[in-house]
DNA sequence: AAAGTTTTTTGATGCATATCAGGTTTATCA
DNA sequence: TGATAAACCTGATATGCATCAAAAAACTTT
């Protein structure tokens, strides 16, 4: 089916899903906003005709107005290198927010770009401070949000430095499937949004060492490949391998005033 | 002289430093506020007293309550991977805060060590979100300065993930030079606050690597080390090898329509 | 000041992953 | 539908950095 075509058939301007109804709405911003705070945010939120696939949200550089949620599809952040080389920083699915990195220094420090037919709504951010200004929650959950994804980056850092090439394939499997699982996908099929160049790019490996990996992974039978569509077959021993994912791993604490001065 | 009298000596609780008065309010929470609302931020916020070298500020897990920004000194953070291992995310100078990760899910997911003899101011965070409910100024600092993490977060990612053993050590030391420069101190002459083998965790490198890489930059000229002590000699070059510090990178504008699609 | 401990440095070796090169499959488009 | 390009896989080789080892220097402690 063209692509193009879908935005005629699946997408009604007029009928487009409203926070309140928005199957999202318990993983997005509207978290823990009663009716009424909900109806007001969605008076501020825009949506805009869907992104063809490679088409941008913004560039990096662009003067920062909004941040965007995803409604469907997925975008990949990305920064230019020195030398001209493309580093992808984050994939964004449905419900997550893009573009919060911009709000210091009011210019996106990073590109946004679909990858595939990708929906999503705007949020004009001067208006989103506004209506701040009277909910707390939605203030509390902006800073959630963040805070959340300040995590998250740490995670990243800790395996960009520590862990090898096959821990970090697994560490990127298992976490997309649980944020498939939280939005309602199965978390044990699933459709990569991204090709093994953009996984390697963002997992700091050689794209031929992706493919090795994803054939190793095959034919210890931990998952089944076929394209960009992944069955992941044995869970356990894959979260093993990534290290437990992103759950409390348990901290020692014999050592917690041993340690001390 | 013993670490231990240095609290007698230089640290009057009494006499403490208030918000208006001290000289990084305008580089800390702070900016932008006027003196009325300095002030009032100022009342929430607990002057502890000085922590000794290795003495936590708290612990990855403990029950997120207070943000915490230095005063002097500094403060690394660090988490425990799965294998026991200790991994540094970051390190905290004079005026910057600590914990933000902390919001979201109400614990703080790494713990934080002074590197040396630490001042902090504790800022409970129930009662900061309290006062920003009514200082809009307060409010978007606080934003400001996580979405600054954030997109510090991503450049580390970028070094973690696409730059050599040189080019770290190279950017890791312009980057403590222009935070030493913002903070009234020299940008050339510097002490570093954390071991060789604390840069290497950090930089995701082994210590001898470290230790090399220093070696090649005094033998070229870059720098002259003794011990923890630093003087840059050749900001331009360091700078270059860094790949441009954080300012802001030209991104080439040629292909910006010529790519969607 | 001496003894012990930790940190730093330097050298030798090994390995994981990048890079190069080729072939194959899958997508894109006329 | 076939032609062309892009993505993917697999093998061979190269290399940057980790690891191992051991000495030197810098701190601690008594």
Redesign the interface.
Known sequence: MPKGQLKGICFHPSKETKCVTCSLSSLCLPISLNFEDIDQLDKIIKRRQPL?????LF???DRFDCVYAVRSGSIK?Y???????E?I??FHLPSELVG??????E?Y??SAKALETTAVCEIPFARL?EL??EL?EL??Q??????????D??Q???L???KNAEQRVATFLTNLSTRFKRRGYSPFTFRLPMSRNEIG????LAVETVSRVFTRFQNSDLIAVNGKEVHILNMDDLSILA??PDQ??K??NET?IA???
Chains 1, 2 share one sequence.
């Open positions: 063809k696939k490679g088409e941008h560039h990096q550089g952040n920064a230019m290198t020195n030398d001209g080389e580093q920083t984050n919060l990195d911009g709000i210091d220094c210019t420090p990073v401070e701040a200004k707390p203030r509390s902006v800073l959630r949000i963040m805070s959340r994804e300040l995590r980056d740490k990243m850092m800790m960009l430095s520590k790019n963002y997992l700091g290290g437990l409390e791993q901290i020692p917690k340690n001390e001065g």
